[in-house]
């Protein structure tokens, strides 16, 4: 039935016919609650690392209060809960200025207070279609967009804890509007929603990679220091040999203190070694955000969502188009979003090579205790700098396809821009193959 309503949802964009109903608080705050939590007044933070022990809408206000802190402690990136996807620190302010207290039961009635409550303090009112009063509501509910400039069409969470803008700035301004009912933005939220837990599932496979990785470096590390340290003596009587049977002290001094250093140098390697492996990843997303000007780390929930957002937005005032364009730019819709699958494929490949690659070789820095065991050292410092830098021209080259797909969608018709983007899609797939591997061999030297 879903499926259904989606598939009428999209032929109703295409063809530009959108029913609208009466503005105002109710509407915005079934409009908020769709697009924040479809499953209801019992849904939580879909990463919750701790599930609560039962529906919270049976739970008190306290007792949600209670649960929320455990999950963040547990992990959790966020403690939103509810229809309304309140979290901790705001339905703590909440009972602290009296709106409700830790005794009333989190059901659909106190929801509806409190959503109400979170609406008025924006300073909207039925019919309020201004920008500012917009904006302030995007400040609270992260699936709304900011309208205008600076960040129109994101969220104002964007990239926090997986959060992405549900719909764009244009549906958000027609709802406000009352141009658009708010059931009927369904379809859009859906695609984007899609999209962005699919990302956010596998940023989380990463994550734990990165734990495993973490775990892995540790449980080596004792060994590879007990190697160092046994490598090191003998390197030190095999040095004092040398010089006694060569009856010459020259230089002695300065050798010693460059093979401490490196010693040094290895030593911090082993101890921090699960530290640096999961910081380069960090690291490179970090740098690409700044260097594409977004401010924000790469993320896959992000990127997912946005090429959701991208494939959905193909059926936009493709009603107008015959038959056989139109089913042209379904296809080439579907191809869009095969190929962001690929594309993150890609990534998860290098994070993966990263962290088993890097953790697997915390014993090799114990061969630096050794004069000729520094090369291999060498090596895997390289192959550490070489892994960060293929992780950030892969980044970049997202990045920067993202900005060009959009570039070509907000200006171009939706069957020649559809063609485009096919074509942008599958040269950033190329380029995924071909500049990791670029930059890595420009690291090693070769």
């Known amino acids: 039935m879903t499926l259904l309503r989606i598939v009428a949802v999209l032929a109703l964009f295409g063809a530009g016919i959108l029913p609208t109903r009466a503005c105002n608080e109710t509407t915005m705050l079934d409009f908020i609650g769709s697009l924040e939590a479809p499953g209801g ?41 509810g229809r309304y996807q309140i979290v901790r620190p705001t339905l703590k302010r909440l009972v602290d200025t009296g709106v409700v207290s830790r005794g009333e039961t989190f059901d659909a009635a106190t929801q509806q207070r409190l959503g109400l409550h979170l609406l008025r303090e924006t300073g909207y009112r039925a019919g309020d279609t201004s920008a500012a009063t917009a904006n302030r509501i995007a400040g609270v509910w992260a699936a709304l967009p900011r309208i205008g400039e600076p960040g129109a069409g994101r969220s104002v969470y964007e990239g926090i804890a997986g959060n992405h803008a549900l719909v764009k700035a244009g549906t958000y301004r027609g709802v406000l509007e009352c141009r658009i009912a708010p059931e009927y933005t369904v379809a859009e939220a859906s695609a984007i929603r899609a999209g962005r837990r699919f990302g956010f599932e596998w940023g989380r496979f990463i ?129 869009i979003v095969v190929l962001a699958g690929l594309q993150m494929a890609v990534v998860i490949y290098w994070y993966v090579r990263l962290f088993l690659a890097a953790a697997a070789g915390i014993p090799v820095i114990g061969l630096g205790g050794l004069t000729q065991g520094m090369a291999a050292a060498q090596r895997w410092i390289i192959s550490l700098i070489s892994s960060g830098m293929s992780l950030m021209a892969l980044f970049l080259v997202l990045a920067v396809t993202a900005l060009l797909t959009w570039d070509v969608r907000s200006t171009t018709d939706p069957a020649y821009a559809a063609l485009v983007l096919v074509f942008l899609e599958l040269l950033a797939l190329a380029l995924l193959f071909l500049l990791p591997r670029a930059a890595g061999s420009i690291v090693k030297g070769t």
Request: hydrophobic share 50%; with cysteine.
């Open 41 to 81: 007044f019992d849904t939580v933070y879909y990463g919750a690392r701790i599930a609560p022990p039962r529906p919270i809408t049976t739970m008190s206000v306290g007792e949600v209060l209670a649960w929320q802190r455990r999950t963040v402690r547990g992990g959790s990136v966020s403690s939103a809960a």
């Open 207 to 335: 994550e734990d990679m990165a734990e495993a990785g973490r775990k892995a470096a540790s449980g080596l590390a004792p060994a590879a220091m007990s190697l160092l340290y046994a490598l090191l003596a003998a390197d030190l009587v095999m040095r004092a040999g040398k010089w006694a049977l060569s009856g010459s002290g020259a230089g002695m001094f300065a050798a010693l203190t460059w093979r401490l250093l490196a010693v040094l140098l290895c030593l911090f390697l082993i101890e921090g070694g699960g530290r640096i492996i999961t910081g380069i990843g960090d690291l490179a997303a970090r740098l690409t955000g700044a260097s594409a000007g977004s401010g924000q780390s790469f993320s896959l929930a992000e990127f997912a969502a946005g090429k959701m957002a991208l494939a959905f937005s193909l059926f936009e005032g493709s009603g107008s188009h015959p038959g056989e364009i139109q089913v042209m730019i379904a296809i080439i819709a579907v191809i």
